[in-house]
Nanobody
Framework: QLQLVESGGRLVQAGDSLRLSCAAS????????LGWFRQAEGKEREFVSA????????FVADSVKGRFTTSRDNAKNTLDLQMSSLKSGDTAVYYC?????????????????WGQGTQVTVFS
């Protein structure tokens, strides 16, 4: 069983940068595709970014392209999401997720393991 725990979410001002982290435990996640999703209040869960086994390939949603980057460290069992130029529309609970397949997916239903989420609130 793989456990995921996100951290780093907080209240920030529009234009700020923020780094989210996801720590895995229970087993090595080097053979898992990892993803970031977010869910704003009253909205459906939305894909943000995903990364394959060995630091690539990396897919990023159009809504955050050029502002968000994702990276992983398989030795440390960590996944990061570096966010910059934050907007009020980025306000959401951010979740990391893992799936045991090979293909990098932007579909939440393809992911088997989820963290509890971390809240990011961007104010103008």
């Amino acid at each position: 069983q793989l456990q995921l725990v996100e951290s780093g979410g907080r209240l920030v001002q529009a234009g700020d940068s923020l780094r989210l982290s996801c720590a895995a435990s229970g087993r090595s996640f080097s053979n898992y595709v990892l993803g970031w999703f977010r869910q704003a209040e009253g909205k459906e869960r939305e894909f943000v970014s995903a990364i394959g086994w060995s630091r690539g390939p990396i897919f990023v949603a159009d809504s955050v392209k050029g502002r968000f980057t994702t990276s992983r460290d398989n030795a440390k069992n960590t996944l990061d999401l570096q966010m910059s130029s934050l907007k009020s529309g980025d306000t959401a609970v951010y979740y990391c997720a893992a799936q045991g397949g090979v293909a990098v997916s932007d579909r939440a239903e393809d992911y088997d393991y989820w963290g509890q989420g971390t809240q990011v609130t961007v104010f103008s």
